[in-house]
């Protein structure tokens, strides 16, 4: 079972390469972990970089905390004093921990940076992941802050329904196949998404949908499941989604901004790292493609792990330590 996401990280560091809990998961759908792929290179470890020393941060959720593990792991393989500040609170805390140095680096998404950071707002945030990238990338520079090259996954929203909806919808792939059908269904979102832009405002304005109601929960599987809400608006990283009980309609028409992870760096930090320091935090999130990170964050939302050992298999797994 641990060969999943083996062969789910070496298929994305291939990919790269060739460009340069309460819910039970599904017996057979996810790997406890263990085990070394071939999709990366082993991080060596440098005596020499025990002189410097980084703080990594992150901010308070499952996926940051992962995240926030792999990078510190990785720091600490190749030879780096690491101490973890992986609980800090939202964006705007981290961000200030960030500038203020309390902190040398944190993962953020490029979306929320452009909009919480930069104050651009949501529907002119870039569509294509590298304009948004490169727009961060200039806009963080004034701040004497690097954004490392982002993660192929984003963490953005979707809509989502059970595999039994779809199965009656005749099976949409796209949010575009809703037409003339989303008049009978109920949609769930968080109370703040029928206001927003980026979520159902958007999703009328943009794919002309209108829906028999709109269900505001924060437990989106569960109403899913339960058949309270028809269609559900998702994050593409969810862990439910790991379980492969679901189906993710793909956002046809690009209305959502694009949200990669980036690994923010202070630049005096990125100095005293060197280009090992960046070489390593850049190759570890190579293989991290959406599959990967939906199994990763079901380890710890579903099968209870902690985020440092979900992190510590993750290297192994993809071949970045033994």
Avoid: H, W
């Avoid at 593990?69 to 190749?78: G, V």
């Avoid at 099976?171 to 009978?184: A, E, H, R």
């Avoid at 189906?247 to 202070?266: A, G």
Wanted: with cysteine.
């Amino acid at each position: 079972m641990r060969s999943m996401l083996v062969a789910l990280t070496a298929a994305a560091m291939m990919i790269a390469m060739a460009a340069c809990g309460d819910e039970k998961k599904e017996k057979g759908t996810a790997p406890a972990g263990g085990g070394a792929g071939a999709s990366g290179q082993v991080i060596q470890k440098n005596a020499a970089n025990a002189k410097t020393a980084v703080t990594v941060g992150s901010k308070n959720f499952t996926e940051q905390f992962i995240l926030g593990e792999i990078y510190a792991q990785a720091l600490e393989a190749a030879g780096f004093k690491v101490k973890k500040e992986l609980n800090l609170g939202s964006e705007l805390i981290a961000f200030k921990a960030l500038r203020g140095g309390q902190i040398d680096a944190y993962p953020e998404y490029t979306g929320t940076a452009l909009t919480s950071f930069f104050k651009v707002k949501t529907d002119q945030v870039p569509k294509q992941p590298q304009q948004a990238f490169d727009q961060l990338t200039a806009d963080l520079a004034k701040d004497d802050i690097t954004a490392l090259a982002p993660t192929p996954f984003e963490n953005t929203y979707r809509l989502g329904l059970t595999k039994k909806k779809a199965a009656e919808l005749g099976n949409p792939k796209n949010i575009s196949d809703l037409t003339g059908k989303s008049q009978q269904l109920v949609i769930n979102g968080f109370p703040e998404c029928k206001q927003r832009t980026d979520c159902l405002l958007g999703v009328q304005k943009t794919y002309g949908l209108k829906f028999k109601k709109f269900l505001a929960s924060e437990s989106k599987f569960e109403v899913l499941d339960q058949g309270q809400a028809d269609v559900a608006f998702v994050f593409t990283t969810d862990a439910p989604l790991a379980t492969k009980k679901y189906v993710v309609l793909e956002d046809d028409k690009k209305l959502f901004p694009p949200y990669n992870i980036t690994f923010m760096v202070r630049n005096e930090t990125l100095q005293k790292i060197g280009p090992q320091g960046r070489k390593v935090l850049e190759d570890v999130g190579k293989p991290l493609t959406v599959a990967v990170m939906q199994e990763l964050n079901s380890r710890v939302d579903l099968d209870k792990q902690e985020p440092e050992k979900v992190a510590t298999d993750y290297l192994k797994e993809s071949g970045f330590t033994k």
